[in-house]
């Protein structure tokens, strides 16, 4: 299992949601650079990383940040306003290991295919899920499209990850949805990651030797609830580990 620190970026800073809500963002550090540089001292060798700005404008927007966390030396899984064909490639010139396909995926399923296709092991779909059913636009619209229903759609395609979040459980520090997070796992091919709502090193132990590929923590290690060192004693080696 790998162990993924999250950078949420709003107008340059480190952010984090509740519930996906814009209204309830709490700022945790004005230098996303600094961020990575810490994260990576603890020992990761992956940051997931969501411009915020990006995804409700649908581009890329917070471009300096992400370059300061590339700069740290760490690989970096990034979303938010990725959405055509362009921006992926860019994204991925400039030095983002893998870029996470959400409300495309949702919109034009065909281009994740093609873009899976172009860029083998270098494309995530990002399920974001609102009572079970996948959200789209930085989460303001939810679909009548189940999980399961969108994610079966990339199997076999060179999908490297599905990353799984419930949108009700993001930033809450609730515990993470593990029955439905290894239910998906369980059920596609493709690698799912969990994410939204690991509040300490509990969930850890919960998704840790399961089918699940990885596991993404933000407000936890913010707040000071769990050790992001201490998760990475959880971390196994894997085929996939350096993809």
Known sequence: MIIFPAIDLKDGKCVRLKHGDFDQLTIYNSNPGDQANQFVQAGTQWIHCVDLDGAVQGKPVNRDAVNAILAAGVKVQLGGGIRDMETIAAWLEQGVERVILGTIALKNPELVI????????????GADAKDGMIAAEGWLETSHIPVLDLVRRFEDCGVAAVIFTDISRD?????????????????????????????????????????????????????????LAAAMTYQTNSHNQGV
């Not at 930033?171 to 509040?199: F, M, W, Y």
């Not at 933000?218 to 050790?227: K, N, P, Q, T, V």
């Open 114 to 125: 093609q873009a899976a296709q172009a860029f083998p092991d270098q494309i995530a779909v």
């Open 171 to 227: 930033g809450a520090l609730e515990g993470v949805n593990a029955k439905a997070t290894l239910e998906l796992a369980d059920a596609v091919s493709i690698p799912v990651i969990a994410s939204g709502g690991v509040a300490n090193i509990q969930d850890i132990k919960t998704l840790a030797n399961t089918a699940v590929h990885g596991v993404i923590i933000g407000r936890a290690i913010y707040d000071g609830r769990l050790e």
